[in-house]
């Protein structure tokens, strides 16, 4: 079945090369800057509930010991009502995660080819000793979109479009190549670190919500930045946890409501579990947060890395449509480890006179991680070199391949473009790299709006 399935997808990979030509691009983070916004009242406690059980956006494939997921969501609104998502994915080739972009339109109805936007950065510190780029964290500004993902640490790269490819990572004192995480863990050896990081801009301010993992749990801190400054990496103050460690949790993703004035942060605890649900905190300064109410009616169960739709700039208008989204095992206990379906609901947002703190009236559906059809004509969303290091001293015939959305990888052998390389070190001759002199060069790979890079270097 699965060695038919790659010859198929094989055979067809061409079709997909013609469809993505007529593919067009859309800008997105259309909405104006948000207004300031007096305090909200601080009697009143936001209560968010979905009202139905809603719908997957990713399934994962059926094949018996694959695993394949798409958490850790961070979703813009648009104008049109189009939601541009970032998620974890599972990495092609020696990529542990990657992150992955789709948009979808208003109904859900349609939606962009997905296309890996981040990946680690061969023979750099987000590539060793574990090449991993996860828990995406999204905000547009100033013209850019940025996204911070966890390493074992923080990074974050920019793009000025949102399927990427986000090449340009902060690199501790600009944007370039070699990137610098931009939030440290210097806390007890062996534990997850400062990761899972989110974004909210107030006026000329960027505030950043991240996770701090130790050995008392996973709390939630926050930093804020000058997003009038394109180097605002540089300019970032720690002010510590803002939210305590969770009960068995996971990141949190923080909005701005611009109608009820105060931000909004929601994540999972006791995931894993067929007791887990999400939580909803709220804060009038982005400093301090305070308990304001569960989801968990019409939810999966064993939930986990959720995150809340806004816009551009981390603000829910009002009148905006709210979406919540996070991955799930559901109440079948079969399965392989990570393979999981992605569920999204649409949610309402009220006030309430005080916090939900009962958590016995609350029930979750019983619902099954269905295993999606197989698609015949294949949706290639990344291409990478078979390495991404190459030490030579003649000339080599490199492979480079492409990924489709469930794993399965296949050669390449036209339309291939490959640049930004130092002419000096080596030439690219087709698939061919070339030697010229000794030196190490990195060599940019694109095929059909997908991109890659890999290093070469030239021995004596």
Same mark, same amino acid.
């Given at each position: 079945m699965e060695t038919m399935y790659q010859i198929v997808k094989t055979i067809l990979v061409v079709v997909f090369c013609i469809e993505s030509l007529f593919t067009p691009k859309i800008a997105g983070g259309d909405y104006?800057?948000?207004? #300031?916004?007096?305090?909200? !009242?601080? =009697?009143?406690?936001?209560?968010?509930? %979905?009202?139905?059980?809603?719908?997957?956006?990713?399934?994962?494939v059926g094949?018996?010991?694959?695993?394949?997921?798409?958490?850790g969501q961070t979703m813009i609104l648009n104008t049109d009502g189009s939601l541009d998502v970032w998620s974890a994915s599972n990495g092609p080739g020696d990529y542990i995660d990657v992150v992955n972009y789709k948009r979808y339109s208003a109904d859900f109805k349609k939606s962009t080819k997905e296309v890996t936007a981040v990946t680690p950065t061969a023979g750099t510190y987000d590539y060793d000793p574990v090449p991993c780029a996860c828990d995406p964290g999204v905000i547009k500004f100033g013209g850019w979109y940025y996204i911070a993902y966890s390493t074992n640490m923080t990074c974050?790269?920019?793009?000025?479009?949102?399927?990427?490819?986000?090449?340009?990572?902060?690199?501790?004192?600009?944007?370039?190549?070699?990137?610098? #995480?931009?939030?440290?863990? !210097?806390? =007890?050896?062996?534990?997850?670190?400062? %990761?899972?990081?989110?974004f909210v801009v107030m006026g000329d301010t960027l505030y950043i919500f991240y996770t701090w993992w130790d050995e008392h749990g996973p709390a939630t801190r926050v930093a804020t930045a000058d997003a009038t400054d394109e180097n605002w990496p540089a300019t970032i103050v720690h002010h510590g946890e803002c939210i305590p460690p969770k009960d068995s949790g996971d990141s949190a993703d923080v909005k701005f409501v611009d109608e009820y004035g105060r931000f909004v942060a929601v994540f999972t605890e006791r995931r894993f579990t067929d007791n887990s649900y999400v939580a909803v905190w709220e804060s009038f300064d982005g400093m301090t947060f305070r308990r304001s109410?569960?989801?968990?009616?019409?939810?999966?169960?064993?939930?986990?890395?959720?995150?809340?739709?806004?816009?551009?700039?981390?603000?829910?208008?009002?009148?905006?449509?709210?979406y919540l989204s996070y991955a799930y095992a559901g109440a079948d206990t079969t399965g392989s480890w990570a393979n999981w379906g992605t569920r999204m609901h649409k949610v309402t947002l009220s006030l309430a006179d005080a916090p939900m703190v009962d958590l016995s009236t609350l029930t979750?559906?019983?619902?099954?991680?269905?295993?999606?059809?197989?698609?015949?004509?294949?949706?290639v969303t990344a291409v990478k070199a078979e390495q991404l290091s190459y030490t030579i001293n003649k000339s080599k015939v490199i492979m480079i391949m492409?990924?489709?959305?469930?794993?399965?990888?296949?050669?390449?052998?036209?339309d291939l473009r490959f640049d930004g390389y130092d002419k000096s070190v080596i030439r690219m001759v087709g698939t061919c790299i070339v030697p010229v002199s000794p030196g190490d060069t990195r060599v940019y790979v694109h095929w059909h709006g997908l991109s890659d890079s890999f290093v070469v270097h030239v021995t004596e």
């Open positions: 104006p800057p948000s207004e #300031p916004v007096a305090s909200g !009242d601080e =009697t009143k406690y936001v209560q968010i509930t %979905a009202p139905d059980e809603g719908f997957d956006v990713f399934q994962p094949f018996e010991g694959y695993a394949g997921y798409r958490y974050v790269a920019r793009s000025r479009n949102p399927e990427g490819p986000f090449f340009e990572k902060w690199t501790g004192d600009g944007w370039g190549v070699n990137p610098a #995480p931009i939030i440290t863990y !210097d806390g =007890t050896p062996g534990y997850f670190g400062a %990761a899972e990081p989110c109410g569960f989801i968990r009616d019409n939810t999966c169960k064993k939930l986990h890395n959720c995150g809340i739709s806004g816009r551009a700039d981390g603000h829910i208008g009002k009148g905006d449509p709210v979750h559906s019983d619902v099954v991680v269905t295993p999606r059809k197989v698609s015949v004509v294949p949706e492409a990924f489709d959305t469930d794993g399965f990888c296949f050669p390449l052998l036209t």
